[in-house]
Each structure stands twice: as structure tokens, then as C-alpha cells.
């Protein structure tokens, strides 16, 4: 709007609020026009200079306007308006412009140095300063009576000039240019003429500002507490993380002495120390570690880098602070690695040692001590024991104790899961069949009932291995060190290994004891109505005889027997009715001899584990017999067991010792149990029994290999050196030599 339509649209308001004659105030025509009291003063003014209205001052301060009867022409119009309004407007416009301009200009030149240009209501050029010129890298003669927006095409200083004019309010702002390449600060100062604009070029502030506002971000968003200090070593400055880390609030902090945070006398004496080689060149940056006691008085390990600072006119310090709880853990968990890599070798040795050793003992009490005492005397363990487990009182039973003394006496060790004793480790190994650990004694809840005796013999960590072998349990180890976590995988993994070498020893020596021993324990069962017991449709017919056991090899046997009065129907049924009854085949017209195949039979493998043997099992009147015999020191509950688990009906019939009656004693039992291997004695009862040395052979020795998973060679080489040696000793010979 031009200023001839602004002094128009007054005009108009004056018309509107008072007759002809009446006087009007300056604040009636600006709340009309919706401007400024100011404002509408100022153009009543210029009407009244131009002889439009009549004014006249009341009073000391207040003047009126008025339209007198010059001012209307004939036809009722005022004179001259529009054509009048826009002549003088073009005629008066510039100069007053240039009078207001000039008065504002002086003014300004008078207080700043800042480059500065002028704007019309129309946002066109009418000044230009040196600095300006200098600054926009355009001349006055270039920009004055350019608007703002041909000058500097696609910026945001039209928009914001724009606002500045409506609102009649002083503004500043900060805008980048593109063209020019610098940042700039504008202060803007609007007038009812145009606007005043001082600027400054302020790149290198914001390149200083972004510096710091990146290293405020740094250091805010490090996770290490950041300080410095003055030369009072009071605190000037202190990121969020060190604030964190000793639970003080940053105003809190600012201003307090460092002892507030380093307030042990040695933390002192010590970074003084490290400074002073820092000041002296001796070294670039000072490095400390210990404990910061937070405001709550817990300890943090922390590392601490620091170096001097100069402030004013003393030197201050600035410093790091990292939590190096972390790496403390990291560190910590590396040296109990190591420590339990050295344990692991160190029982890797033991463990090589116990094997090699228990081969050479003859006895299950040699065996025990000898793996107790190899455990107790190194460097990782405490002390070891064994003990033995009874199934009718569910409680443990003192072998050997080796490092300790009477630790078993004095403490309550239970195998039944009912009971609360019964859910130690222990426990927890009879019952499962497999080791188990306590990494702390002084934190597990399982633990519980014996972490006093944990404390009174000195040990954090303790392992229960049990001793097994094919199945069978033949005790328990216990090994105790004093280090919380010593028995990890790679341990547990080697003990596991150590409680079956164990176990086969001591299964070796039992096997030997009761093939060797004149002593024996006689175990019979009863299975009354077998088929029926068994799940087979009929009844079974004469009478079935299992005469002998020939192991071929893991879990698997061969049994040879007899079948009378048509019972060989009997055994076939059983055959498809028994999951571990293979096959069987049976020799000559009569079908009255038989090998059977078995594939893991429950009891057969329980008893052999255990260094025994079924003597004889019998079917005879629709019932089954079976009789074991056993080593006297074998735990026979164990094979009850089994075979109540095996066959749910059977019955225990009796126990009783025996004396073995048989001649078979002196040099031929000697020579079957020490001097033929496994394959050779297998090959030599399967012969028998097969009927290989009858004439004629009612077995081939193609047929023996292919029943004992051989190549017919092998069988017969197998034959030849059993022979070999059971008449070298039959006939007083030397001592025979395998083949």
C-alpha cells in the first residue's frame, strides 16, 4: 500500500467517525484503521499540512482534527481526493523519505561501525555502507533501489523483513549464505518508513561455537567423568558421567575442593607425585588406578589420566576418570581362567596318573586310596573321598578320606530326594547318575545345610562324581578346593572321564575277585507264569535251559541252551515278544540245541558290569528260574533292583553264600581269567558250546565267525591260541604266548 492509499484510507476514517466540522483524536482513527496511535497522529498531520482536515491543540499535549467546509467541493466530495492526495503524494513522498532517512542515518553513524543498510516499506534499497559493501561484495550504486528479494533470490530475508514491518518490533536473527559463504548476525530496527539493518559477519564465532558445542558433546556424551580444577584444585568443570559416578549433582559439585572426591591422603600424595613428572617432561600424561568412594560410600575402581592445566595466572589440572569396573572383571575372570587352565592340565596329569595306576592295583581299596591320593595331592584340590552308597539306608558309606579326617563322620550326606540332605551334590549324583557341582559352598542355596562345614574345613567349591561303569554305580568321588568356580566344563569333562576309568577298574577287580574267588554270593529270582507276566497269548511247553553267556562285544551276547519235550516253539515266541531277544537258530533234526542273540539285555549287562554272572535260567512248568552269582564285596541291591525294573513280577527268591565246588581251580582258571584275551575266550566258549568241537561239527568255523561278528581267520586264530595256551598249562608248559 502506497502511501497516497494510506493518507486516502485515513481520510476515509475521519469521514466515518465525525461530521462535518466535528473534531476526532488521534486514537478514535488508529483503532479504525487498526495501526498504531503514533501512526494515525502522523498522517492526520500530513492531511493537515496538505490542507485536507483542520487541527487545532487542547491543552498542553492533545490536538483534534476536522473537516472544515473548504475542504468539500460542490458535488459533496472533499477536495481534491484522490487526484489532490496523489499528486502531493508524488511530489512530497521522496523528500519526506529522504528528510526521515537522512535524520535516522545521522543518528546511527553517530554509535556503530557495523555495516548497515537501509530498506524502504517496499524493501528496497536507500543506504548502503562501506562495510555493507564490503561484507555483500555489491556496491551502493548496485543495490540502491533494488528490493531485497532481486538482490538475494532465494533467501529467507524478505519473509523475515516482511514480519519485522508488520509487527513494528525490533528483531535480530542469524542466516548463512549460500552465495556469499559466511555466516551473519542482522539486527533489524523497523519504522513506518522501512527498516534498519545492521549486520556482521559472524563465521568465525560459529566455527568457535560448533567447536564447542562438539566438545560439550563429547564430553557428555563420553561414559569416562571429565574434570578440571583451578589452581586451588577446586572443580571448574565436570561432565554428567563423573557426577554419576560419585552420585553428586554438577551444581553441587562446582566450586568444592577435589579432596570432596580424592579425599584419602595417599590419592594425594600420588597424583602430586604424577603431576610434578608431567610438569617436569618426564612424562606426557599422569595415570593412576584406585577405588573412588561414591556419595554412598561404595567403592569403584576407577583409572584416572590426568595433567596440568594453566588457569590465570597458577596452573590447575584437567583429568579423566574411567569405571574400570569392567576391566577389573574382565581382568579378573582372565586370571581365574588361567588359574583354571593351569587346575584343568594339572588334572589332566592326575588323571593320566590315577589310570595308569589303578591298572597296576589289585584290590578296590588300592584303587580308591591311590585316585584319593593322587586328588589331594595337588595343587588345585583340598582334599578327596570315596564312599559307597546303601541302597536300604539311602545314606553314603566312608571308603577312603585323603586330606581331611573324618569329614564324612561329621557331616549328614543322604541319597534320598525327600530328604533336605539329600539335595547336596552328593545326593544329586546318585540320584541322577552324573556329576555334579557346587561352584560356591558360601552361596549356593542347595548348599545350605553344609555351608558351616564349608567354612570350618576351608573349601568354596566341592564336585560329587559318580563312579560308574556300563550302567552300574560303585560309588562315589568327592573333591573339594578352595576357590569358588574350580570344577567348570572342561574340569567336569575330565572328572566324568576319571569316575568311569575308576569304575572300570574297580569292575575289572571284582570280575577277577569272583572268577578267581572260591567265595561266592548265590542271588535267585522267580517268575511265576513267565508268558503270561511277559504279555505272550498260550502257555509255554517243556522246558527251556540257558546254559552259557558269550559276550561279543558291547552290550551284546550270544547264549547257548537247550530246548526239550517241544519247547523250542516256547523260545521262538519269546523271541518275537522280547525286544532284546534277537534272533535265534537252532541245530539239528531235533531243534533241541540253540544259539540266541542278545542285544542289551537289562539284567545280563547289569550283572556282567559288576563282575558276575547268570549261572543258570531255566523255564520249566510255565515258570522262570534264574540264578546269579556274584563277587562277595558286589552291592546286590543293584541287581534287584534291575531285575524288579527288568521283569516287574519277578520275585527275590533267596541269598546265600556259597563255596565254588567246581574242579576248575589252580593253573586252567588262572590261564582263563589272566591269560586269554576277551576275543579268545569268547571264541573258545562260543566253539564249545556251539558245538564246533563235536564230530562232526555241528558248527562250521564259518558259521562260529559269522555269529561272532568275525572274519573266519581271525575266528580260527582266535581258537588255536586259546588252545595253545589252556594245554600249555594243562600240560605244565611255560607260560604260553598270545598270537
Same mark, same amino acid.
Given at each position: 500500500m502506497t502511501s497516497g492509499e494510506k493518507l486516502r484510507r485515513t481520510l476515509d476514517a475521519v469521514e466515518r467517525v465525525g461530521a462535518l466540522g466535528e473534531p476526532v483524536t488521534a486514537s478514535e482513527i488508529a483503532d479504525v484503521i487498526e495501526c498504531t496511535r503514533r501512526t494515525a497522529y502522523d498522517r492526520l498531520q500530513r492531511l493537515a499540512e496538505d490542507g485536507e482536515l483542520e487541527s487545532k491543540k487542547i491543552g498542553a499535549r492533545a490536538r483534534v482534527w476536522w473537516r472544515s467546509r473548504q475542504s468539500i467541493g460542490d458535488d459533496g466530495q472533499t477536495t481534491g481526493a484522490p487526484d489532490l492526495l496523489d499528486r502531493k503524494d508524488q511530489e512530497q513522498r521522496l523528500q519526506h523519505q529522504r528528510d526521515e532517512l537522512r535524520r535516522e542515518l545521522d543518528d546511527v553513524f553517530e554509535r556503530i561501525d557495523d555495516a548497515f543498510y537501509a530498506l524502504d516499506d517496499e524493501l528496497r534499497f536507500t543506504y548502503v555502507n562501506e562495510q555493507a559493501e564490503e561484507l555483500l561484495e555489491r556496491s551502493s550504486e548496485e543495490l540502491i533501489g533494488t528490493r531485497v528479494a532481486d538482490a538475494f533470490p532465494g533467501t529467507e530475508l524478505t519473509d523475515q523483513f516482511r514480519e519485522c514491518l508488520k509487527s513494528q518490533e525490533p528483531t535480530s536473527f542469524e542466516t548463512y549464505s549460500g552465495r556469499l559463504s559466511f555466516w551473519l548476525e542482522a539486527n533489524v530496527y523497523p519504522s513506518e518508513s522501512g527498516l534498519s539493518v545492521y549486520f556482521r559477519d559472524i563465521t568465525e564465532q560459529k566455527r568457535r561455537e560448533r567447536e564447542l558445542e562438539q566438545y560439550e558433546r563429547i564430553v557428555e556424551t563420553v561414559d569416562d567423568g571429565v574434570y578440571a580444577l583451578d589452581d586451588d584444585a577446586r572443580f571448574v568443570l565436570a561432565n554428567e558421567a563423573l557426577c554419576e559416578m560419585i552420585g553428586m549433582d554438577r551444581e553441587e559439585l562446582m566450586g568444592e575442593h577435589a579432596r570432596i572426591v580424592f579425599e584419602r591422603d595417599e590419592l594425594a600424595e600420588r597424583a602430586a607425585e604424577a603431576a610434578s613428572r608431567v610438569s617436569s617432561g618426564e612424562r606426557d600424561v599422569a595415570t593412576m588406578e584406585y577405588n573412588l568412594v561414591t556419595d554412598d560410600g561404595d567403592p569403584v575402581p576407577v583409572e584416572t589420566r590426568f595433567r596440568p592445566l594453566p588457569f590465570g595466572d597458577g596452573e590447575g589440572r584437567c583429568g579423566v576418570v574411567r569405571d574400570i569396573t569392567d576391566r577389573k572383571e574382565r581382568e579378573r575372570e582372565l586370571q581365574q581362567q588361567r588359574d583354571r587352565l593351569e587346575a584343568l592340565n594339572e588334572l589332566d596329569a592326575v588323571a593320566l596318573d590315577i589310570t595308569e595306576a589303578v591298572v597296576d592295583q589289585s584290590t578296590r581299596e588300592e584303587i580308591e586310596r591311590v585316585v584319593c591320593e593322587s586328588l589331594a595331592s595337588s595343587d588345585s584340590y583340598e582334599f578327596a573321598w570315596i564312599a559307597g552308597v546303601d541302597p536300604s539306608t539311602q545314606s553314603i558309606e566312608p571308603h577312603v578320606e585323603v586330606g581331611v579326617d573324618g569329614y564324612l563322620d561329621g557331616v549328614s550326606i543322604s541319597v534320598d530326594p525327600e530328604d533336605p540332605t539329600g539335595q547336596g551334590p552328593a545326593g544329586r549324583a546318585v540320584q541322577t547318575h552324573e556329576i555334579q557341582v557346587v561352584d560356591d559352598a558360601l552361596e549356593d542355596p542347595t548348599f545350605e545345610p553344609w555351608r558351616d562345614v564349608a567354612r570350618e574345613y576351608g573349601y568354596r567349591s566341592a564336585a560329587a562324581v559318580p563312579i560308574t561303569h556300563e550302567g552300574s554305580t560303585y560309588g562315589l568321588l568327592g573333591v573339594y578346593a578352595d576357590q569358588p568356580g574350580a570344577f567348570g566344563d572342561e574340569v567336569r569333562r575330565v572328572l566324568h572321564q576319571l569316575g568311569e576309568v575308576i569304575g572300570h577298574a574297580i569292575a575289572a577287580v571284582e570280575r577277577k575277585r569272583a572268577l578267581l574267588g572260591n567265595e561266592l554270593v548265590e542271588v535267585e529270582f522267580r517268575i511265576r507264569d513267565v508268558f503270561e507276566a511277559l504279555g505272550i497269548d498260550g502257555e509255554s511247553n517243556g522246558r527251556v535251559t540257558l546254559d552259557k553267556t558269550v559276550p561279543i562285544s558291547d552290550d551284546r551276547y550270544l547264549v547257548y541252551g537247550?530246548?526239550?519235550?517241544?519247547?523250542? %516253539?516256547?523260545?521262538? $515266541?519269546?523271541?518275537? @515278544? /522280547?525286544?532284546?531277544?534277537?534272533?535265534?537258530? !537252532?541245530?539239528?533234526?531235533? =531243534? *533241541?540245541?540253540?544259539?540266541?542273540?542278545?542285544?542289551?539285555?537289562?539284567?545280563?549287562?547289569?550283572?556282567?558290569?559288576?563282575?558276575?554272572?547268570?549261572?543258570?535260567?531255566?523255564?520249566?512248568?510255565?515258570?522262570?528260574?534264574?540264578?546269579?552269582?556274584?563277587?562277595?564285596?558286589?552291592?546286590?541291591?543293584?541287581?534287584?533292583?534291575?531285575?524288579?525294573?527288568?521283569?516287574?513280577?519277578?520275585?527275590?527268591?533267596?541269598?546265600?553264600?556259597?563255596?565254588?565246588?567246581?574242579?576248575?581251580?589252580?593253573?586252567?582258571?588262572?590261564?582263563?581269567?589272566? %591269560?586269554?584275551?576277551? $576275543?579268545?575266550?569268547? @571264541? /573258545?566258549?562260543?566253539?564249545?558250546?556251539?558245538? !564246533?568241537?563235536?564230530?562232526? =561239527? *555241528?558248527?562250521?568255523?564259518?558259521?562260529?565267525?559269522?555269529?561272532?561278528?568275525?572274519?573266519?581267520?581271525?575266528?580260527?586264530?582266535?581258537?588255536?591260541?586259546?588252545?595253545?595256551?589252556?594245554?600249555?598249562?594243562?600240560?605244565?608248559?611255560?607260560?604260553?604266548?598270545?598270537?
Open positions: 537247550t530246548s526239550i519235550d517241544g519247547a523250542d %516253539e516256547s523260545v521262538e $515266541r519269546l523271541v518275537e @515278544a /522280547l525286544p532284546h531277544w534277537e534272533a535265534v537258530s !537252532f541245530r539239528g533234526d531235533e =531243534r *533241541e540245541s540253540f544259539e540266541l542273540t542278545l542285544d542289551e539285555p537289562p539284567v545280563l549287562t547289569t550283572v556282567a558290569s559288576l563282575g558276575g554272572r547268570v549261572d543258570e535260567a531255566v523255564i520249566e512248568d510255565g515258570d522262570y528260574y534264574m540264578t546269579i552269582h556274584l563277587s562277595p564285596g558286589v552291592d546286590v541291591r543293584q541287581v534287584i533292583d534291575t531285575v524288579r525294573e527288568a521283569y516287574p513280577n519277578a520275585e527275590f527268591v533267596t541269598r546265600r553264600q556259597i563255596s565254588r565246588d567246581d574242579h576248575a581251580t589252580g593253573g586252567i582258571r588262572d590261564v582263563l581269567t589272566e %591269560e586269554l584275551t576277551d $576275543r579268545q575266550r569268547a @571264541a /573258545l566258549e562260543a566253539a564249545l558250546y556251539a558245538g !564246533f568241537f563235536e564230530w562232526p =561239527r *555241528e558248527n562250521s568255523g564259518e558259521e562260529m565267525a559269522e555269529s561272532l561278528g568275525i572274519a573266519a581267520p581271525t575266528f580260527h586264530q582266535h581258537v588255536r591260541a586259546a588252545e595253545r595256551k589252556v594245554f600249555a598249562s594243562l600240560l605244565g608248559d611255560t607260560a604260553p604266548t598270545d598270537d
